[in-house]
């Protein structure tokens, strides 16, 4: 049955519904911010050379635009004169946030809502072989999960693109986390981290006091954070620290670093100590300014983005950026995941050519499908990821 169906089964103004029957129908069709759990939770990516499995997308129902938006319109525009005054209040605020959540990610206040990052058994480590994928088999799952919770605020300002937690995410966490055979044998390994320099009074860290702060080795460098999921998986799920990369810092403008991106890593930090993680670290970063950069390693021997090419200046900025804080070592890896939109193909191939002129090759590539929630409707896209790395053999004896 279709929503609109249910328009005439509603309470109805005429009738004088009392405040709580309302209220209750105006939640019923409020829509939640989806956290794509669906998504998260199904098959490995695929490797190039392997055929892509379709994803299916949670489809809401469709809606005439004279059902449930004019019901809504009826509720929001009525004097409710029948009701108490407190009730008006609550009852037309409770419909404009019902309004607002059915008009897509744009239109959506601050909200907060929770990711779970599905955890794999980890397997032993296969040597690098782009010809060869290890894709093809898929990972043990752990019975467990992490749920890490994310708030995004509105849409509203300079940068608030950062704000919004995009489709390649999420799928990006479940990569690196073991999602993904082929991604996890080109991880770099680590028995220490030994590019360390003192955490500076620029740099914004989740520790538990300036001593302990002073003495964490980071490993792990997320560039174009936004609100932090790919980085904060990466900690709270153990897999940097179990490559014995350390800690993580997750990075972005000032606007986006210093307020939401360091909330959410500190909303979090309990999530991360509990898989005996060490503490995340929040760091400015500008593209336009890499070296300017306070970060609290020399180098990285690993290197994330996820959606960071959506401009045609992108691309050169992302490989600079990368060509300034990669370590240089033979099993140091970048990984970047994209959603395909149209209209940004070119920008894809581009960085492709401009992380070459960087020195680094393709180690190995792949595609899968994600969600996005930016329209009215969860819609599907296609993500591409690739992982780069400084060209010659590989050496695991780190």
Known sequence: MNLTDLVFDLPQLYNKPSSSSLLDTISLLTIDAPSWNTITDLTPPRSASSS??????????????????HYLLTILTS????LPE????????????????????????SFTRTFRIPLFKPERPHPANTSQPQSKRKPKRDEKAISI???????TGAHSLG????????????????????????????????????TSTKTSAIAAGAAAQQQQRYGVLELGSGTGLVGLALAASGTASGLG???????????????????????????????????????????????????????????VAADCVYDRDHPWLLARVVG???????????????????GFAGEIAELKKE????????????????????????????????????????????
């Open 52 to 69: 892509p499995i379709p994803s299916p997308v949670p489809r809401r129902r469709k809606v005439d635009p004279y059902g449930i938006p």
């Open 79 to 82: 004097s409710l004169v029948w």
């Open 86 to 109: 407190a009730d008006r209040t609550t009852i037309h605020t409770a419909t404009s946030h019902c309004i607002a959540s059915r008009a897509g990610r744009a239109a959506r206040p």
């Open 149 to 155: 919770s994310i708030h995004e605020p509105a849409l």
């Open 163 to 198: 704000l919004k937690t995009w489709a390649s995410a999420p799928l990006l966490a479940r990569l690196l986390c073991g999602g993904c055979p082929t991604v996890s044998a080109l991880l770099p390994r680590r028995t220490t981290v030994t590019n360390v320099i003192p």
């Open 245 to 303: 990369l350390g800690g993580v810092v997750v990075t972005d403008l000032s606007a986006i670093a210093d307020v939401n991106l360091a909330a959410n890593v500190a909303a979090n930090a309990d999530v991360v100590a509990a898989r005996g993680a060490p503490p995340m670290a929040v760091a400015v970063l500008d593209w336009d300014a890499p070296d300017e950069a306070d970060l609290p390693a020399e180098r990285f021997p690993l290197i």
């Open 324 to 342: 300034r804080w990669l370590e240089r070592s033979a099993d140091a890896v970048v990984v970047v995941e994209s959603p395909i939109r149209e």
């Open 355 to 398: 992380m070459s002129e960087q020195g680094l090759e393709v180690r190995a590539e792949g595609w899968e499908q994600g969600v996005e929630d930016w329209g009215e409707e969860l819609n599907e896209v296609e993500c591409r990821w690739v992982v780069w790395g400084v060209p010659g053999k590989l050496d695991r004896r780190h």
